[in-house]
C-alpha cells in the first residue's frame, strides 16, 4: 500500500525558513520522480519542485534560490528545505508522487507566512 505523509509545516515570519519532510511508504519511491505542490484556496495545485530518480531537480521560477528538493533513499523520503519565507508563499503544501498507472498524494500541510 503506497502512502505519502507530510510533515514540517507550520507559522514562520517573512524571512524566516521551514523543512518539509514527506515520508514515502510503498514502491514509488525507487528510482520514481517525486515532487511538491501547493494549492491556496480557489487556486489550482501548483508544481513547487521536482525531484528524479537520479537526483536532478527543477523548481518553479517564484521559489528559484529560495527552495531547495532533496531525497534520502535509504528513508524513502523527499525534502523542501525552504528560506527567505514571504507571505505569498503561504499556502497547503502536498508530496507526488506516480508509477506508470497511477499517482498518489500526501494529505498536505500547512505553510503560513506571516508576522
Known amino acids: 500500500q503506497v502512502q505519502l505523509v507530510e510533515s514540517g509545516g507550520g507559522l514562520v515570519q517573512p524571512g524566516g525558513s521551514l523543512r518539509l519532510s514527506c515520508a514515502v511508504s510503498?514502491?514509488?519511491?525507487?528510482?520514481?520522480?517525486m515532487h511538491w505542490f501547493r494549492q491556496v484556496p480557489g487556486k489550482q495545485r501548483a508544481l513547487v519542485a521536482t525531484?528524479?530518480?537520479?537526483?536532478?531537480?527543477n523548481y518553479a521560477d517564484s521559489v528559484k534560490g529560495r527552495f531547495t528538493i532533496s531525497r534520502d533513499n535509504a528513508k524513502n523520503t523527499v525534502y523542501l528545505q525552504m528560506n527567505s519565507l514571504r507571505p505569498d508563499d503561504t499556502a497547503v503544501y502536498y508530496c507526488?508522487?506516480?508509477?506508470?498507472?497511477?499517482?498518489?498524494w500526501g494529505q498536505g500541510t500547512q505553510v503560513t507566512v506571516s508576522s
Open positions: 510503498g514502491s514509488i519511491f525507487r528510482g520514481n520522480a
Open positions: 525531484i528524479t530518480g537520479g537526483g536532478s531537480t
Open positions: 507526488y508522487g506516480q508509477t506508470a498507472l497511477k499517482g498518489y
